[in-house]
């Protein structure tokens, strides 16, 4: 069994981190002029894993953080860091993978074009994450401006023998919101798929994450927490010795 992974979220706008609730671009909280400077004091506490969004890209449709990503790379050593927003053909895949990042998030794309998710995954084995955002079990798509008639477990299947690494799952009613994690649709949504599966959306306390891990035999392999970090509703040194100790003991 894979380690369970609690992964920071720095999500990027104008350059800034920034953390945005429901989707909304219009809400829009900045938490640091310098997402290095956040990067940098993830890695301090021992990150496993980053996650980063580039919320331009996933409106324009091409990856536009180049310049905000690679000073974030240079902060956190040899700690893996995976990238979403805006990636919808090879160009931009490769593109965003040339930076150094570790994986990359395909979510619109896997909705609109499944093939290409199966292509880039091929080219790329163990490098390629496919993102389902979805409000009531609906796939989201376009930034969250658009909604679908796809449900989760259907578009997860279509992937099953491709070949990601791991699928994000995000429940957009408690995106940024702090309500807590969707955990129950989630493990579902886990237990229909082979594909390990990450928790996003509405982590507010450290148990969301003890019970997020609680689900890894059941195929959830981490959980993202952003906003939480930032308020000071979570504290990342408690969280990761929480996730360390269940690791440790097996529970």
């Not at 989707?23 to 938490?31: K, L, M, R, S």
């Not at 299947?157 to 994000?168: L, N, T």
């Not at 649709?185 to 891990?213: C, F, H, K, N, R």
């Not at 959980?223 to 990761?240: C, H, N, P, Q, S």
């Amino acid at each position: 069994m894979a380690r369970f992974e609690l992964i920071p979220a720095i999500d990027l706008l104008g350059g800034e981190a920034v953390r945005l609730s429901q989707g909304d671009y219009d809400q829009a909280t900045v938490y640091d002029a310098d997402p290095a400077n956040v990067a940098r004091r993830f890695f301090a506490a021992g990150i496993q894993r980053l996650h980063v969004v580039d919320l331009e890209g996933a409106k324009a449709g091409r990856p536009m953080a180049e310049e905000p990503v690679r000073r974030i790379l240079g902060e956190v050593g040899d700690v893996p860091v995976q990238l979403g927003g805006g990636l919808r053909d090879m160009a931009g895949i490769e593109t965003a993978l040339s930076w150094g990042l570790d994986r990359v998030i395909l979510g619109t794309v896997a909705l609109r074009d499944p093939e290409l998710v199966k292509k880039a995954a091929a080219a790329y084995p163990e490098k390629i994450v496919v993102g389902i955002d979805a409000r009531d079990g609906r796939v989201a798509v376009e930034g969250w401006l658009e909604a679908s008639e796809t449900t989760a477990v259907d578009l997860g299947k279509r992937f099953e023998d491709a070949g990601v690494a791991a699928i994000v799952y995000t429940d957009i009613a408690r995106d940024g919101m702090l309500s807590g994690p969707n955990i129950p649709q989630t493990a579902a949504l886990a237990a229909a798929l082979t594909i390990p599966v990450i928790v996003s959306g509405g982590v507010a306390t450290v148990q969301d994450i003890v019970d997020s891990a609680a689900e890894r035999d059941h195929g959830i392999c981490g959980v993202i927490a952003g906003r939480a970090l930032y308020t000071g509703a979570v504290d990342l040194d408690e969280a990761l010795a929480a996730v360390a100790a269940l690791e440790e003991g097996g529970a």
